[in-house]
């Protein structure tokens, strides 16, 4: 009975070792073949991608949602960088950002952006775009740093006081996706998520087979789920407030909302509740469109939550409109 113990200890041993070279020489493949498009900043010790296109100003910087990085907004990045200067960057652990495996709250994600910003030289008039959880960030990162910021483009941003007014379903639902993504961090470091392909599931089938590749190449990294992990764990709380989003005074706003009719999924998610969802969104996006005396909304009828990847030119159209805007004065 011992010596089978042993046998089976030696096999585990032999089939980790294994997965650990094939994920790690499978990753370093990827990293050749995808290398940054932007460049590399240290901020307290972390080594964080940027990539700055275009010139003009304001400057545009863009926050993406959980899990989401600079390479989520290759269909609207160098159109919108024909308008001004357009910054995307990655938090750690995304995308080419160095991963550091911990908590970090808004106030430290929007320190932080401070940090690159000011160590890459991004100086002059700012326009804050967050997606998402991003739409959380730039918040708070206008409430910590507002001084040269001239206007915030929110994209179906999340509100602080989602999780206690959205449906019991939904929190289910992150429930569950908290347990699949916890798994995936255990078993991806030994090429066990990149072996049976998981993360090709998670990607949008209709994008062409260079950027499913190249994002492919991401999300297999051996640190990307824990560190979407990370960042689900500390986002929990920005969207658990008792008050509401502080006010945005007269900063000019753009709301872009998506609207696409809400469907039932499965057994579990009818279409009774999915449309009870729905209305609650419209509710806390016309909350957060009032978070501003000089604000507009626009309603994305053809998108889900990623608008920026369901419909591109929208959200070019309507954000370098935004921006002329603030370019000619008139808001």
Same mark, same amino acid.
């Given at each position: 009975?011992?010596?089978? *113990?042993?046998?089976?200890?030696?096999?585990?041993?032999?089939?980790?070792?294994?997965?650990? *070279?094939?994920? @790690?020489?499978?990753?370093?493949?990827?990293?050749?073949?995808?290398?940054?498009?932007?460049?590399?900043?240290? &901020?307290?010790?972390?080594?964080?991608?940027?990539?700055?296109?275009?010139?003009? +100003?304001?400057?545009?910087?863009?926050?993406?949602?959980?899990?989401?990085?600079?390479?989520?907004?290759?269909?609207?990045?160098?159109?919108?960088? +024909?308008?001004?200067? &357009?910054?995307?960057?990655?938090?750690?652990?995304?995308?080419?950002?160095?991963?550091?495996?911990?908590?970090?709250?808004?106030?430290?994600?929007?320190?932080?952006?401070?940090?690159?910003?000011? &160590?890459? $030289?991004?100086?002059?008039?700012?326009?804050?775009?967050?997606?998402?959880?991003?739409?959380?960030?730039?918040?708070?990162?206008?409430?910590?740093?507002?001084?040269?910021?001239?206007?915030?483009?929110?994209?179906?941003? @999340?509100?602080?006081?989602?999780?206690?007014?959205?449906?019991?379903?939904?929190?289910?639902?992150?429930?569950?996706? +908290?347990?699949?993504?916890?798994?995936?961090?255990? *078993?991806?470091?030994? $090429?066990?998520?990149?072996?049976?392909?998981?993360?090709?599931?998670?990607?949008?089938?209709?994008?062409?087979?260079?950027?499913?590749?190249?994002?492919?190449?991401?999300?297999?990294?051996?640190?990307?789920? @824990?560190?979407?992990?990370?960042?689900?764990?500390?986002?929990? $709380?920005?969207?658990?407030?008792?008050?509401?989003?502080?006010?945005?005074?007269?900063?000019?706003?753009?709301?872009?909302?998506? $609207?696409?009719?809400?469907?039932?999924?499965?057994?579990?998610?009818?279409?009774?509740?999915?449309?009870?969802?729905?209305?609650?969104?419209?509710?806390?996006?016309?909350?957060?469109?009032?978070?501003?005396?000089? +604000?507009?909304?626009?309603?994305?009828?053809?998108?889900?939550?990623?608008?920026?990847?369901?419909?591109?030119?929208?959200?070019?159209?309507?954000?370098?409109?935004?921006?002329?805007?603030?370019?000619?004065?008139?808001?």
């Amino acid at each position: 009975m011992r010596k089978i *113990f042993i046998n089976i200890i030696i096999v585990m041993i032999v089939l980790v070792g294994a997965g650990l *070279f094939y994920q @790690s020489t499978q990753q370093g493949k990827g990293v050749s073949k995808f290398p940054a498009p932007g460049k590399y900043y240290d &901020v307290d010790g972390i080594s964080m991608h940027l990539d700055c296109r275009g010139n003009g +100003s304001p400057v545009l910087i863009i926050e993406s949602g959980l899990g989401g990085g600079s390479s989520g907004w290759s269909l609207v990045h160098d159109a919108l960088a +024909s308008e001004t200067r &357009v910054c995307a960057y990655d938090r750690p652990g995304i995308d080419w950002s160095a991963p550091v495996h911990r908590f970090a709250d808004s106030t430290e994600v929007s320190n932080r952006l401070f940090k690159l910003l000011t &160590v890459a $030289g991004v100086e002059g008039p700012k326009i804050l775009l967050g997606m998402s959880a991003g739409g959380v960030y730039v918040r708070e990162y206008y409430r910590n740093h507002p001084g040269d910021i001239t206007g915030m483009v929110l994209i179906d941003s @999340s509100h602080e006081q989602q999780a206690s007014r959205l449906p019991p379903q939904v929190t289910r639902t992150i429930s569950m996706d +908290s347990i699949l993504i916890n798994a995936c961090r255990l *078993f991806q470091p030994i $090429g066990v998520v990149r072996g049976l392909g998981i993360m090709e599931g998670y990607i949008d089938p209709d994008l062409d087979e260079a950027t499913r590749q190249a994002l492919l190449a991401r999300l297999n990294q051996s640190h990307y789920c @824990s560190s979407v992990y990370w960042e689900q764990q500390s986002f929990s $709380g920005e969207v658990s407030d008792e008050l509401p989003p502080d006010s945005l005074g007269e900063l000019p706003l753009l709301v872009l909302s998506q $609207g696409k009719e809400p469907k039932a999924v499965g057994d579990d998610f009818t279409l009774e509740q999915a449309m009870a969802q729905a209305e609650i969104w419209d509710t806390l996006q016309d909350e957060l469109m009032n978070l501003s005396s000089k +604000s507009q909304r626009v309603i994305a009828y053809e998108s889900g939550h990623l608008i920026q990847n369901d419909q591109p030119d929208l959200v070019i159209e309507e954000v370098q409109k935004f921006i002329r805007q603030l370019q000619s004065g008139v808001e």
